[in-house]
């Protein structure tokens, strides 16, 4: 939000300068003008401190990037100098971003390539392991002085921020080290700045960053010593409201014994303080602090703290104890939570201010998700539901939002009660569907697919000791008047009758009338309702689910909304798997191709990552002729006119090739040496699409990525030995007829074994053309097509046993479908067209194919 407060800002200072006299717009350019030529950290240096507001706030949000972008060892020297000044800004914005920046800088300092000497970047580079183990010499010094940094200077600065204290700059010699220490030992003296609750979230959410970052012992120490130092002061009601929040959010750090000793007697203690915000700020964070401690050491002081809270005479604290219940009620023990809970509940239901009875009704949903069945009686689950409609319910116009907190927790609650109780929740569930407010209708639409399950049998919800009952107060329920509505506990839990218990319906009478009434509903609703599609159609039944057919086809088509159809994009692997297999062929096959070739590039991108699985199930379910089609059609797209239809065409081929849905060899033939072919493009965007794909290893096949660590000339050389072997065991060479373009690689089998000869073809193969003898010299597709139609002719088994050079290859055996010698054979087409990428005109290409993946390179 600041970010774009300053970019509207500036925006309009430009557009009035363009309009008002002459003299005032040199005098508001020079104030926005930029040096381009200086480098980032150069800019922060000029621009940080000194700049005007705009440029400042700019700037410190990217002092994280500096960090990055000049190593820990020089941010120590020439960007830490700058946080005292930040940290003391006049501008309440300009320190807000600091704070926000603080936890990222945290992140870099403490915790740079510690520990990972000879990682993927350095092996990505080809760093040699002597320079590479002194990097990490080197690495390791600057993390710890890094770490230092942390604890001596960002924790009290994060400190200074919290309190909005200043740091004098200039003290020490202008480094600021002094004031940094005056405020680390709590002398920082009385606020100077103008507090601003911004900057105090901000740097609440910076020191837990922080928290994470540190050593156990580091976080006791210093962390939580700071967090008490502001619960004692007694001199800021908001020092301690801070503090009593930190504590709460703190445990996930501090470990059981800790919280235990110092963090629960604390807040306890804060729960009882004289400023009434400080106990709301405790009220609110009792069931986190119990949940860390356990039951048996919390649950006695904390539950007689909620209760003392929940009577408490400011309005304020009532509420937020209310809103605090369920948390603590998670800690209760399964059967004793009706007995303790409910009459709390009760309470804070009947209190005298509108806004206290609010938030226990928005708690009641969330409370009863975790009581036992037996406390579930059909007045408690019929108050829940008159929530569904307040106006013509007990509660009058108390709340428009309540309706909006019994869909989202619709699901919980019918879950806790179970799916035979289904009927008793269904009119809210219908009510709720047609509420006028869509934010509503939408929280609805999200949870039909959990409904179903349910419904199904398929829920989570809680069996065995869970699922006893709660003894006899939780059978008597509330025992009290909720609302106006009488007493909705009172009732006794129900019992099946002489028929047995209800029959809990289908989803396909239940729910589906509303899912289609939802995908009609506002963009708002509809968007949801195809968010959960598939798993939706996953709960009806097969004849049912077929239905659904003609609205994929409909979504699809919807030229409309492209957020419907990304949607769609998104589930097309889970919807290939609910469907036989011509209605994958006739439909979802055909949906996925549009999809593919969608005119936005999100679509197109989520796509493409779905279809693997498509066609893995299109494969699985015997329809390989259908599989092939496809691969052939996305081939027919690399020979397009159009530029964008090629870059498609390497999208997909880069999704295939992370996980190929068929055999590497027929995908090799197909997807593979068609990609390559587009190394000699004409456009350098499809050149450096294809230079991106192979510099990315995990898009490259496992055979390829593995022999790629070898090191590209020492593979280079053993794939001429291999082709020697080959050659010499009558693999390659001769003279005969048969065309060297043959573009369908027969499958082989999972060992790499002779396959099946076409029918129709000579066994001997043309000798190379002049310029051909070696792979980097051949084309790449040309290679892999002319060498892989030996593959149909002789046992690659054979021919691997007789050539040494094979021995050395990673593995020695088949890998991903393929055998070793068809490994290389790929590897060289690959590095064939890594060559001539390499020496391509277009500098991006270049960077691209060789590895480089700096922010200029991409």
Not at 220 to 233: E, N
Not at 423 to 443: D, G, I, M
Not at 640 to 652: A, E, M
Not at 827 to 836: C, D, N, W, Y
């Amino acid at each position: 939000p600041i970010l774009a407060s300053c970019e509207a800002n500036a925006s309009r200072l430009l557009a009035s300068a363009m309009v008002i006299p002459h003299e005032a717009p040199a005098c508001l350019v020079e104030e926005l003008a930029i040096d381009e030529d200086l480098s980032l950290l150069d800019r922060i240096r000029t621009y940080a401190t000194t700049g005007s507001a705009i440029q400042r706030v700019v700037f410190v949000r990217a002092l994280a990037a500096c960090i990055e972008e000049v190593g820990v060892a020089q941010a120590l020297e020439e960007v830490l100098p700058l946080f005292p000044a930040l940290a003391s800004d006049s501008e309440a914005s300009i320190r807000q971003a600091f704070a926000h920046q603080l936890g990222k800088c945290a992140t870099l300092l403490g915790a740079v390539a510690a520990g990972q000497p000879g990682g993927a970047r350095a092996r990505s580079s080809g760093v040699p392991p002597a320079v590479d183990a002194t990097k990490a010499a080197t690495d390791a010094e600057a993390y710890e002085r890094g770490y230092h940094t942390v604890i001596g200077v960002l924790l009290p600065l994060l400190r200074a921020l919290i309190c909005s204290e200043a740091v004098d700059p200039d003290a020490n010699g202008g480094s600021g080290e002094a004031g940094v220490a005056a405020i680390a030992a709590g002398r920082g003296g009385p606020p100077v700045l103008m507090l601003s609750p911004m900057v105090t979230d901000a740097a609440c959410a910076s020191l837990l960053e922080v928290a994470a970052l540190l050593r156990p012992d580091d976080v006791g120490t210093h962390v939580l010593t700071l967090v008490l130092c502001l619960s004692h002061d007694e001199g800021s009601d908001e020092r301690r409201s801070v503090a009593a929040g930190l504590l709460g959010d703190m445990t996930s750090f501090l470990g059981r014994e800790l919280t235990a000793r110092f963090v629960l007697p604390e807040l306890l203690s804060l729960a009882d303080d004289a400023a009434f915000r400080v106990r709301k700020a405790a009220a609110l964070k009792l069931g986190l602090v119990s949940a860390a401690v356990g039951p048996a050491l919390a649950l006695p002081r904390a539950l007689r703290t909620l209760e003392h809270l929940a009577r408490d005479e400011i309005w304020g604290v009532r509420k937020a104890a209310a809103e605090g219940l369920p948390a603590l009620a998670a800690v209760v023990p399964h059967a004793e939570r009706a007995e303790l809970v409910l009459p709390l509940l009760c309470v804070l239901e009947e209190d005298s201010s509108r806004w206290v009875r609010s938030a226990a009704h928005q708690s009641l949903g969330p409370v009863l998700a975790l009581m036992p069945g037996d406390a579930l009686t059909p007045k408690v689950l019929a108050h829940f539901s008159s929530l569904a409609s307040p106006q013509g319910g007990v509660h009058g116009s108390l709340d428009a939002d309540l309706a909006f907190h019994c869909a989202f927790n619709l699901p919980a609650v019918a879950a806790a009660a179970g799916a035979h109780r289904w009927s008793e929740l269904a009119a809210a569930h219908a009510a709720l569907a047609e509420e006028p407010q869509w934010k509503v209708r939408r929280t609805l639409a999200c949870s039909l697919d959990t409904l179903g399950n349910l419904l199904l049998g398929q829920d989570t919800s809680r069996s065995g000791p869970d699922r006893e009952g709660a003894g006899p107060a939780a059978a008597a329920g509330f025992g009290a008047r909720g609302g106006d509505g009488g007493h909705w506990g009172a009732a006794a839990s129900p019992v099946a009758g002489p028929e047995g218990p209800p029959e809990v319906p289908h989803p396909d009478e239940a729910l589906s009338p509303v899912f289609e009434v939802f995908l009609r509903d506002l963009d708002e609703v509809r968007t949801a309702a195809l968010s959960r599609l598939a798993p939706f159609l996953a709960c009806l039944s097969p004849k049912r689910r077929r239905d659904y057919l003609p609205v994929l086809s409909d979504i699809q088509s919807d030229g409309d909304s492209w957020r419907s159809r990304a949607l769609l994009a998104a589930q097309l692997g889970q919807l290939g798997a609910l469907f036989e297999a011509p209605d994958l062929v006739d439909t979802v096959v055909p949906v996925a191709l549009a999809l593919c070739t969608d005119t936005v590039a999100e679509v197109r991108r989520q796509a493409a990552r779905q279809l693997p699985l498509v066609l893995r199930t299109l494969d699985r379910l015997g329809k390989g002729a259908s599989v092939d089609s496809f691969l052939a059609s996305v081939g027919t797209m690399a020979k397009s006119p159009t530029c964008h239809r090629r870059i498609n065409f390497l999208l997909l081929a880069a999704e295939l090739m992370r996980a190929p849905p068929v055999p590497w060899p027929r995908l090799a033939a197909v997807v593979i040496a068609t990609a390559l072919d587009l190394a000699r493009d004409p456009v350098a965007n499809v050149r450096l699409a294809l230079a991106r794909i192979v510099a990315d290893a995990e898009a490259l096949p496992p055979p390829l990525a593995a022999l790629m660590d070898e090191g590209e000339d020492g593979g280079k050389g053993k794939e001429r030995e291999v082709e020697a072997g080959m050659r010499a065991n009558g693999a390659l060479g001769g003279d005969g007829g048969g065309s060297s373009d043959t573009r369908h690689l027969p499958a082989s089998s999972s060992t790499g074994h002779r396959a099946t000869p076409v029918a129709g073809e000579d066994a001997q193969m043309p000798a190379p053309e002049k310029g051909e003898g070696s792979p980097d010299a051949m084309e790449p597709a040309v290679l892999i097509r002319t060498l892989s139609r030996a593959f149909s002719m002789v046992d690659i088994a054979d021919a691997a046993t007789a050539t040494p050079a094979v021995a050395m290859l990673p593995g020695g055996e088949a890998m991903g479908g393929l055998s070793v010698g068809e490994a290389a054979l790929l590897r060289a087409g690959l590095f064939a067209a890594i060559a001539v990428l390499e020496d391509d005109g277009d500098r991006d290409v270049q960077r691209c194919a060789r590895g480089c993946n700096s922010k200029e390179g991409a």
